[in-house]
């Protein structure tokens, strides 16, 4: 004879009710107790996709909206939006006697993960074989249809072109001609809802932030960055660029894993106005806390100053300065001097960042099965 199923009271019916979704703790196990059209639902309380808190969703009809990464969940069943059914986490029977909710203690369906490959960013990190290889990133803007004289993407072919002559393999990349989402702020909901590579590069193919990806964190030895000056800071196509590369600074936070290897950076800075310095202060902080270390005297910059803002006057400046360019030829070699450096040495068994972690209330928690 078989026994019927173990049920646990979690809490009075009309309490429960008053809220249409709610994160539950039983035994062990986090639920994600719902109530809409007069019928609760409950499933596991942990999304399939890093284990985002399902108890906290929004509700999008019947189904469980993950407030981390956005995936859909049936609320009773567990089941994945239409066409991803099979994607689903574990459901419980829900009771409701005198009053009184009751759930089956052991969930009734199981937690299924439809089959995909990992990410090619994922991919183990090793520097293939080959000469040193410059990436260099224009973060300037302008109208595609009507291009103009960039004096920081300027001096930048400068540098690329002077690098291919010493033999090394270069790539320009100008993030205008990108198209890629803004940060969405996946770490500030959670430490661990920030993943590598970022939650918005695997959920979305026409995002193009994976060629930055790829190029800084896989490809080259040396990265420069070459900005114009905006109001006394960097462009805002730059800011939209490091906003989406904390996923790779956060993976140190998060797991101590550090991505970014025996790397260089180097940096352009010019402008029609002046705060070069604090342009490069930001730079210098932002890439070395990604793991980038610096040649000595890391860029080359060019302002007129505040009072002498003379913006044709700047351009022909900078266009007709054999100075500029010989300080840029020579910030590339140092740049490559010391890229060959940190090629050439040992790779560390462990690199510890130290000084800052992860709470352990971060940790990131484990899908129930």
Known sequence: MTSGPTWIDVGAADELASTPVRELRVGSRHIA??????????????????GGPLGQS???????????????????????????EADRVPSYDVKVENGRVYLSAEAVTPRGHLPHEPHPLTRKLERAD???RVAGISTTIMQANHPRYSTSEALLDTAL???????????????????????????SRSAHACTWPCSITQADSSDQMEVV????????DVLLIATPIRWGAASSLYFKMIERM???????????????RRKTAAFIVTGGQDNVQAVIG??????????????????????????????????????????????????IERALATARE????????RLERGGRKAHAEHSAPAAES
């Open 161 to 187: 072109a002077h690098a291919a002559s010493v033999g090394a393999q270069t790539q320009l990349i100008r993030l205008r001609d990108l198209k890629f989402r803004h940060c969405e702020g996946y770490y």
């Open 58 to 84: 929004a509700l999008d009809g019947e189904y469980l909206v993950c407030p981390w990464h956005q995936y859909k969940f049936h609320r009773c069943n567990g089941a994945g939006e239409p066409g991803y």
């Open 130 to 132: 080959g000469p040193l």
């Open 246 to 260: 904390n996923c790779i600074q956060n993976q140190i936070t998060i797991a101590n894993r550090v991505l970014i």
């Open 213 to 220: 990806y790829e190029a800084a964190v896989h490809w080259a």
């Open 282 to 331: 930001q730079q210098l902080a932002f890439f070395s806390e990604l793991g980038f270390v610096f040649p000595p005297f890391p860029f080359v910059a060019h302002s007129l100053g505040w009072s002498a803002e003379n913006m044709e006057k700047n351009i022909a400046q900078v266009q007709h300065s054999e100075e500029l360019r010989a300080g840029t030829r020579a910030l």
């Open 342 to 349: 940190q090629v050439a040495a040992a790779e560390p068994q």
């Open 33 to 50: 107790l719902s109530f809409a059209d007069g019928r609760f639902g409950a499933v596991s309380g942990r999304c399939n996709h890093v």
